[in-house]
């Protein structure tokens, strides 16, 4: 079945100690989408690549990055976790980013920073 | 500036039906998404409206009201797997989508 996988579901990290979540879709989507969710709040967007044309919001901090070595695998670098960054991170696609255009989520990891 | 604006939380009955609303502000507007999220799971696609009117899929309908900026999903027979967040999103005229932060939905027996 096409889908969007994340790795791992669950990661624990030390403050400041780095760590790199990973994505992979079979969806062969052109975008792919990071984005942060704390709980009982509505996902906030991080970044978001069409093909491989990188797009950074405003207010990501510096302390995130990203990487998509190619159409079906997407990274996000975390330099320096700290407790604020405690939150499920997800990992969504979509066909070309434009109107209609329906964004299909992986399962997300949940960061635990101790 | 943009917002979404959807009730926290609401609980409803088995079986019964339930609304839940939301209004938007955004700078234009290219479409209205409804999302469902389990606790502790990614949110999945629910519906998709961009005319006015009602847009039924099973037990569960949307409704879009451009001129008034405001939405509803509409749950019908409700079962206890029901039990969820469910999020309103619209994309703007820079085809950004703008999230809510959700309606938690809790469902009695």
């Known amino acids: 079945d096409a889908m969007v996988i994340q790795n791992p579901r669950y990661q624990v990290t030390q403050f400041g100690k780095p760590v790199t979540l990973s994505c992979s879709q079979t969806?062969?989507?052109?975008?792919m989408y990071w984005y942060q969710q704390k709980s009982s709040q509505a996902p906030k967007l991080l970044f978001h690549?069409?093909?491989?044309?990188?797009?950074n919001e405003a207010d990501t901090p510096d302390n995130f990055q990203s990487r998509r070595p190619n159409t079906s695998f997407c990274f996000l670098d975390i330099r320096s976790p700290g407790l604020g960054d405690a939150a499920m991170y997800l990992c969504?696609?979509?066909?070309?980013?434009?109107?209609?255009?329906?964004?299909?989520f992986g399962p997300g990891t949940r960061l635990t920073v101790l | 500036g943009q917002n979404i604006d959807q009730p926290t939380e609401m609980t409803a009955t088995e079986g019964a039906i339930v609304q839940i609303n939301c209004t938007y502000q955004?700078?234009?507007?290219?479409?209205l998404f409804w999302y469902q999220q389990h606790a502790g799971e990614a949110p999945t696609f629910l519906s998709y409206?961009?005319l006015d009117g009602l847009e039924e899929k099973g037990r569960f309908s949307s409704f879009l009201s451009r001129s008034k900026g405001y939405s509803y999903l509409l749950l019908k027979e409700l079962q206890m797997k029901d039990s969820a967040s469910y999020l309103c999103?619209?994309?703007?005229?820079?085809?950004?989508?703008?999230w809510g932060a959700g309606t938690k939905l809790i469902i009695k027996p």
């Open positions: 955004t700078s234009g507007f290219n479409g």
């Open positions: 969504a696609t979509s066909v070309t980013g434009g109107e209609a255009d329906t964004q299909y």
């Open positions: 969806l062969n989507h052109n975008v």
């Open positions: 999103a619209v994309i703007n005229s820079n085809y950004q989508l703008i």
């Open positions: 690549y069409y093909d491989k044309d990188f797009n």
């Open positions: 409206n961009v």
